[in-house]
């Protein structure tokens, strides 16, 4: 056991004897695997920063929630009140919000803003979006009236209000006065995201009928599902249609269903395909790389063929002389892998600020570069490694 | 088969009946032919003969750098025969200490390092192996060189790292291959002085040359022509 650790350790220092007086020689070898590495790092890691990114944002916004779309049809134009009611009563429904929106102008402190988004929602939006930061959200009985209170959004303190404590004012929203129940936070939701370019002027929130009153709607085309915890997004899609279906007596286009779960799921397989799509057309340089490996050791078996001749005839076994020469190319593409490594993430990065999305290291990418370069290492150097054990020692002493 | 002459133990090497083939496009080339020789411990023993006498044949064979095609050969009471590359390289390291015309040493490492390099294939470690090196080295009077490359040191001062590294293992026998050729006359000499006084402590020495002056510094010569052994059989000259 002694030796063979001896054995390991004297093949550590002699193959770093070698690369170090071949450095040119080396680097360039060692170069392939950095190239290789790196572009696997470095586009592995950018599929997934990126896809991670978007899958997050959708399921933040859809998990357990299926977006459903009534524009109806001619007969009969979005759903009632009551059909949605019976929608409710669907199996593993936790709750319908309807989601009617319009824009309308604000009047404040005497001066008017034209480009304010009136979002109408129900408690149960409250219920799966967790987006109060200060104040309250709406009681059931005022969601289900035409109670006149809101819950201004940040762009909207911003711009129109112009100040932090609001909460108890009242401002005049499209005609009405709307008392300010609570502020919401950090746009979650994807209203809150498109308000948030520069020429809105914000969003409020409001009990829906509110927005049907202003819009003349007498039915809802647009809600979101929240399905229970537990309970299949699947199961309760395919309810929805069913029933949405006998509601318009099965009309074509007369409504559509979007789970957001679904989606998340073709994307999740999207990101598979990508990244095994671009880790394999970094892996064709990482081949290259290995073959020029394969190459360099060739050339330094051959080069150092009477010192493997005169190793043997001074004991080393052939098992020895072959430790020595695939340690040797494990170290070189090892030193090229761990380079790759810190350039990959350095092209992961840039790629992640140029798209303005969070960096994240990923371990699992590390760990595949390091497992890589080793793979490259053995599997290049498996072969002149063993073409050295098996020098005849005559032979080899007798080479000039 | 009758072992008796084998089993004489102060009898280190003993050959019997050792013949070598080479098979060269369809003909067989017998370059040793029927080789009987014994050492005994502590001989100086100079086997001469021209090139292409079968000489380096002979001592690859000796070495255990090679397997006789037939025959016995024994080396301190081992029987050397279709033994796999490992135990070979095992036997050479333990019996056989080497020295070459050219000295063979790596060039980049340090005298110390290449004396080192056969202790490290023993498995010594690592701190009796520093005693070791500095013993032989200072034995050779290179106490001053020992971290000197190859190529920091006269072809004399090389051959007798060479030396060193040769006895580190304290080998059965020291095998030198015209281990004067590279020298000049007089660090020729010298070379021939260190192994006399080798010879002296009772170190086994067979030595190869087709110089006539240089192995009449062996107490025994044995003559090699055309795979041949002569005047083998005068077990002291």
Known sequence: MRKFFGMISESIKMSVQNIKSNKMRSFLTMLGIMIGVASVIGLITIVQTATDYVMGQFSELGAGTITVMTPGTSLKVGLSEKDIDTLRSIDGVDGIAPSVSTTVSAVWDGEIYDNVTMEGVDVSYFAHNDIIEDGRSFREFEADGYTQVCIVDKTFTDKVLKKRNVIGQTVHIGGYDYLIIGIQGDSTNLSAAYSDNSNSDGSVMVPYRNVMRMTFANNITNMNVYVKDGASTADVETALRQELDRIYNKADNAFSVINLESLVNVMGSVQSMLTSMLGGIASIALLVGGIGIMNMMLTSVSERTREIGLRKALGAEPARIQVQFLMESIILSLMGGFIGILLGLVIAYIGSSLMDVAFTISWGAIALGVGFSAAVGIIFGWMPARRASQLNPIDALRSE | ?237
């Open chain 2, 1 to 237: 088969m009758s072992n008796i002459a084998l089993d004489n133990s102060d009898k280190i090497l003993v050959m019997r009946d050792i013949c070598k083939d080479y098979k060269m496009g369809g003909e067989t080339l017998h370059v040793l032919k029927n080789i009987d020789l014994s050492v005994k411990r502590g001989q100086f023993l100079a086997i001469l003969g021209p090139s292409g006498s079968g000489k380096s044949t002979l001592m690859n064979i000796i070495g255990c750098l090679d397997v006789p095609t037939s025959g016995q050969y024994k080396l301190s009471g081992r029987v050397i025969a279709d033994e796999d590359e490992t135990s070979l390289a095992n036997i050479r390291n333990k019996e056989i200490g080497f020295i070459f015309q050219s000295f063979y040493l790596l060039q980049r490492q340090t005298a110390f390092e290449n004396v080192e390099l056969p202790l490290i294939y023993a498995g010594m470690p690592e701190k009796k192996r520093k005693e070791r090196v500095e013993e032989v080295l200072e034995k050779v009077g290179l106490a001053d060189k020992m971290y000197n490359l190859p190529n920091q040191l006269s072809g004399g001062q090389q051959q007798r790292v060479a030396i060193a590294r040769a006895v580190s293992t304290n080998p059965t026998i020291l095998l030198a291959d015209e281990p004067t050729g590279a020298l000049d006359q007089k660090t020729g000499a010298a070379v021939m002085d260190l192994f006399h006084s080798l010879n002296e402590e009772g170190r086994t020495i067979i030595m190869i040359t087709h110089d006539r002056k240089i192995a009449g510094h062996a107490r025994r010569i044995v003559k090699i022509l055309d795979g041949i052994i002569s005047e083998g059989d005068v077990e002291d000259a």
